[in-house]
């Protein structure tokens, strides 16, 4: 009982984090789902928090999502979120994380010193995806990279909060079809997610509240000193 209560808690944690920045929660998620139903069911668990999560963030925001940009990133995240699902008991997923934990770094260095002038466009936006969607069907999520392509576009805080959480119940969604492939996911796993789902939209109710009224200025920073903190852990960490 205390087990699922500190569950609880993590995932409110999580969410208003994610629903704060767009990113951040998986890792703080999964080090504990690690240590309280075994690393087997980690990933799927952490598969059904984000969506859930990524749900409410989706209808909370719905009316600011921008679709082209969305559309595009699916076109490349979806087919390779199910390659890396497929994958995701295959490769060192402590390697994978630490290199996604690098490049997100380099980004946000070259982009800090004016380095990076690459515009964002369908090609990038596409092969972004491809990437983004692989990483995630892998080691469960790969938020912080994805973020880095959304934060990229400029968006008012509410539509790149909306938007980058569309792409990302895209590929949950998919993943949660091809886990169910290879794990049985059972009653006790089921109520596992429910309680956690609840904590993941409470956490992003309060989140949206407080991006609502900060300038987008302000957002970009703070999102940017997210980045770093959150790619430092991975690399670091694994």
Request: glycine share 10%; proline share 4%; aromatic share 10%.
């Amino acid at each position: 009982m205390i087990e699922y209560l500190w569950l609880f808690i993590a995932a409110f944690l999580a969410a208003a984090i994610s629903g704060a920045a767009g990113f951040g929660g998986a890792l703080l998620l999964l080090p504990i789902l690690v240590a309280t139903v075994g690393t087997t069911q980690a990933v799927p668990l952490l598969t059904i928090a984000q969506l859930i999560g990524n749900l409410s963030r989706v209808v909370l925001g719905f009316s600011q999502i921008r679709w082209k940009p969305v559309g595009l990133f699916l076109i490349g995240a979806l087919p390779f979120s199910i390659l890396g699902a497929f994958s995701f008991v295959q490769l060192s997923k402590d390697l994978v994380t630490r290199s996604i934990g690098a490049v997100i770094l380099l980004l946000v260095v070259l982009k800090y010193f004016g380095l990076l002038k690459v515009k964002v466009g369908p090609v990038l936006l596409v092969l972004g995806g491809g990437v983004v969607g692989f990483l995630s069907g892998l080691v469960g999520s790969a938020g912080p990279l994805g973020a880095a392509i959304f934060l990229s576009l400029g968006l008012p805080p509410v539509a790149y909060i909306a938007s980058e959480a569309t792409t990302a119940l895209a590929m949950h969604s998919v993943k949660t079809v091809v886990y169910q492939q290879f794990i049985t996911l059972d009653r006790e796993f089921w109520l596992l997610a429910a309680l956690m789902g609840i904590a993941m939209i409470l956490g992003t109710w309060t989140a949206k509240r407080v991006i609502q009224r900060m300038p987008q200025e302000k957002f970009q920073r703070f999102v940017t000193v997210m980045l770093v903190a959150i790619a430092a852990y991975m690399l670091i960490y694994g």
